[in-house]
């Protein structure tokens, strides 16, 4: 499975930005597909991330009520809304898929497939 994110860019604080991901070379049909994010001498961290087949969603607090992630089955895509930004979501995000069927892990080592990252930056 390749990973094609794509749609970050600069935005000011409080705005918005939507975030793709498209996957190849296999039909997604279960498992789980993941954001995370990487921000300059930190290391990487969970987003959010939707269970392909039953489409329920999962966030970190830091970023709940304010993302949404979303699935399209028949694009192959995963999408990330992300809405009120903050400067403190500068960050490389990163799209991955978890092909297990142990439901939403939020370790970045339980995802076997990563794209190859997409800038945020949120100026204040």
């Known amino acids: 499975v390749q990973l094609q994110a794509s749609g970050g860019g600069l935005v000011q604080a409080g705005g918005s930005l939507r975030l793709s991901c498209a996957a190849s070379g296999r039909t997604l049909s279960s498992g789980v597909m993941g954001w995370f994010r990487q921000a300059p001498g930190t290391e990487r961290e969970f987003v959010s991330a939707i269970n392909w087949i039953t489409g329920s969603t999962f966030y970190a607090d830091s970023v709940k009520g304010r993302f949404t992630i979303s699935r399209d089955i028949t694009k192959n895509t995963v999408e990330l809304q992300m809405d009120s930004l903050k400067p403190e979501d500068t960050a490389l995000y990163y799209c991955?898929?978890?092909?297990?069927?142990?439901?939403?892990?939020?370790?970045?080592?339980?995802?076997?497939?990563w794209g190859q990252g997409t800038q945020v930056t949120v100026s204040s």
């Open positions: 991955a898929h978890d092909r297990s069927l142990f439901g939403v892990r939020r370790a970045v080592s339980a995802y076997d497939y």
